[in-house]
């Protein structure tokens, strides 16, 4: 095949989140959940087939069919959508007919072994069961697809049985011959030469692709399968799937397009909210670092290369964020450089001279070194707690253990440095703050240092809600009438007040050493 060819060909997805996706262990979608994928995965995503359900598993699994098929018949949708289906004669067309469906995909036995160990039957036996069934599909109005099951176990140990079958069933009007690496064994060399193999013993069948990830192979075995002739491929959002799960759209979708220039008729932009919807309606909850759906995947870590990107996109590739409406961001934290706070800066649309932008991102790094990511929306507050004010050393502290728990008082071990001087102290109260602020009374009143009264406490957290988001605290303070404020900042609530009391402390001793 010429490359010019490859370029000209449109490649169909057929996904089967909701048959085949819903054997991952420990998922069961509801009838509205199963109802709002398929469409989502028909209307939004604009996937070319879907297969929805197993005939004969149960009332509900029947009713979720009948809406969606339902749906589907409104919007001209109908044909797109697949059921499951045995060689039972009546029994799964039955169903599928009551249930509103128009294709089956009947389901055979695609290895000898498991023709006559499972089935107890023989090639001949087996082929007219389904014979039996085709027909009586066909009488009640059903397009028909075939599953050739462990094909790629029965082509290798029996390649005969497997040309024998689809020889018996060559003339029964079978749409698609749905070919699967059922237990995903199969190398892409071997996809490759196998199907290879079946196209050219069977020119004028249409086969479809199947493949299982259970070798982490099944983008890698698509690609050969598309490579060798084939043009529909089935998959599921999120890899879902039994055992190791099936081949993830996302992954399928991006590497045909870029690496062997397809055509597909998925939008894109609906990659991401597909994969979130199944994720919250599954329990399943994806890696960070998952290829293109990741939370992760478009995100900068280290400086070097937010630098890059910076002078010259020097690490910006085809695979980009703005294909799947989603954002680059460029993470703070340790290993964050100029670059990457520049950019965090102008996406808050803030301006800071030079000087002060070392500041911030001094103070990024330390945080980082305690805090894995500091986000974003958590910049503000460190801009804002660095710009406050002059920082003044009369006092630091060195350590601190807050202990709380229920119906119990907070107690607090406090050491600090006043003036290059050790001191020591312990205190009690009700919280974590209060002990500490009662510590650090005691402490002080060696020196002859009066706290000032405490009027309000404020805790802010950045929008989003993250559970680890930097927490900023700020204190108003009043001393022989007028009234100050300090402000601390840590992804720890108690410190970030024990930090802006510190603060205040050194702002006090400033003053009293400059009278």
């Not at 004010?389 to 119906?407: A, F, Q, R, V």
Request: with cysteine.
């Amino acid at each position: 095949m010429t490359a010019s060819e490859q370029t000209t060909r449109h490649i169909r997805l057929m996904d089967t989140t909701l048959r085949d996706g819903e054997q991952t262990q420990g998922v069961s979608f509801s009838v509205n959940e199963k109802v709002n994928i398929a469409r989502g995965l028909l209307q939004s995503l604009k996937v070319d087939r879907i297969e929805v359900a197993s005939a004969c598993v149960s009332e509900g699994e029947k009713k979720a069919v009948s809406e969606i098929t339902a749906w589907a018949a409104e919007e001209g949708l109908l044909d797109r959508v697949e059921v499951l289906g045995f060689v039972d004669h009546k029994r799964s067309v039955d169903w599928v007919v009551s249930a509103g469906g128009k294709v089956i995909n009947l389901l055979a036995k695609g290895s000898e072994k498991h023709c006559t160990e499972q089935l107890g039957k023989n090639l001949e036996q087996h082929i007219e069961g389904i014979i039996q069934t085709v027909n009586y599909a066909k009488s009640q109005c059903l397009s028909v697809n075939m599953y050739l099951e462990d094909w790629s176990n029965g082509f290798q140990n029996s390649k005969d049985y497997v040309f024998g079958l689809v020889e018996g069933t060559a003339d029964l009007g079978i749409g698609h011959y749905l070919l699967p690496d059922t237990l995903g064994v199969m190398s892409p060399q071997e996809v490759h030469d196998s199907l290879t193999q079946m196209m050219q013993k069977f020119p004028d069948q249409e086969f479809d692709f199947h493949p299982h990830n259970d070798y982490g192979l099944a983008t890698a075995n698509v690609l050969a399968a598309v490579g060798a002739g084939i043009n529909t491929i089935h998959c599921t959002i999120n890899c879902l799937g039994e055992r190791a799960g099936n081949a993830s759209l996302a992954e399928v979708a991006v590497v045909l397009k870029d690496k062997m220039g397809m055509q597909l008729s998925i939008d894109e932009t609906r990659i991401t909210v597909l994969s979130r919807m199944v994720e919250n309606f599954s329990g399943k909850w994806i890696a960070a670092n998952t290829p293109v759906v990741g939370a992760d995947v478009f995100t900068q870590t280290a400086g070097i290369h937010a630098d890059g990107d910076m002078k010259g996109d020097l690490y910006i590739t085809e695979l980009g964020p703005e294909r799947f409406a989603r954002k680059r961001i460029y993470a703070l934290g340790k290993m964050s450089g100029k670059a990457s706070l520049i950019n965090n800066l102008d996406e808050l649309g803030i301006s800071l001279s030079a000087e002060d932008q070392a500041k911030v991102l001094k103070r990024v790094v330390k945080l980082g070194d305690s805090k894995q990511i500091i986000s974003s929306e958590d910049l503000p507050f460190i801009i804002a707690d660095v710009m406050e004010s002059k920082e003044y050393h009369h006092i630091s502290l060195m350590n601190c253990y807050i202990n709380s728990g229920l119906d119990v008082e907070s107690t607090a071990s406090v050491r600090v440095s006043i003036d290059d001087e050790e001191y020591q102290g312990s205190g009690s109260g009700n919280g974590g703050f209060a002990a500490f602020f009662d510590a650090m009374e005691k402490i002080l009143k060696r020196r002859e240092f009066i706290m000032p009264a405490l009027i309000d406490y404020e805790v802010h957290i950045p929008r989003g809600g993250n559970i680890d988001a930097l927490t900023e605290c700020i204190i108003t303070w009043e001393w022989e009438g007028l009234e100050f404020k300090t402000r601390g900042v840590d992804s720890n609530q108690v410190l970030a007040g024990c930090k802006a009391a510190m603060r205040m402390i050194n702002l006090r001793m400033h003053a009293l050493t400059s009278i």
